[in-house]
């Protein structure tokens, strides 16, 4: 599948429909968000779910597709101030969302996690999902959300805690990613 005739390109967009916001740059590729895609429809174009990024080619384009995804949902989540309930008006320098009368501006919120290998010698620890019937059982590293006030570090020790009972030490850092 080619992510050429996946991705409609704004000039193939008609002019009435021509309000796009503008998401990121990879590679020299500009990527915009279409207000009210939802409703967007084109001949030779259609709707697929976001797993498709998962194997998308070059994987670039799978990145843009699912950073694109997770900024359309902020957007979306952002339509009405959380203080006085007025309506968002998006910034024009920033990616940033705000109402002046109550001086409240949103940026896109991460929310952190933390994902642990708990290794044993030449093993690593893998926690089992329940199994839903026809599939195959899933297994997984622990994992889990940091809260507020917590370290990283004290999020690895919890979540192993939590989920198999097991107090860690010796943590260390691996990678991260978005
Ligand atoms: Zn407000």
Known sequence: ????????????????????????????????????????????????????????????????????????????????????????????????????CCGNMVYPKICLGVIVAVTNENKVLLTKYAQTPGRTANYALIAGFTEIGETLEETVQREVMEEVGLKVKNIRYYKSQP
């Not at 697929?48 to 990145?63: D, H, L, M, S, T």
């Not at 597709?65 to 957007?75: E, H, N, R, S």
Request: hydrophobic residues 35%; contains cysteine.
């Open 1 to 100: 599948m080619q992510f050429r005739e996946i991705f409609p390109k704004v000039k193939e967009i008609s002019q009435e429909e021509q309000e796009v916001t503008y998401l990121f740059t990879i590679s020299e590729e500009r990527f915009f968000l279409l207000k009210n895609g939802i409703e967007w429809e084109m001949e030779g174009y259609g709707w697929e779910k976001p797993v498709i990024f998962r194997n998308a080619r070059p994987q670039y384009r799978g990145f843009a597709g699912i950073t694109g995804m997770q900024l359309f949902d902020w957007y979306r989540s952002n339509r009405f101030c959380g203080r006085c309930g007025k309506p968002m008006v998006p910034d024009h320098k920033e990616r940033m969302v705000h109402w002046e």
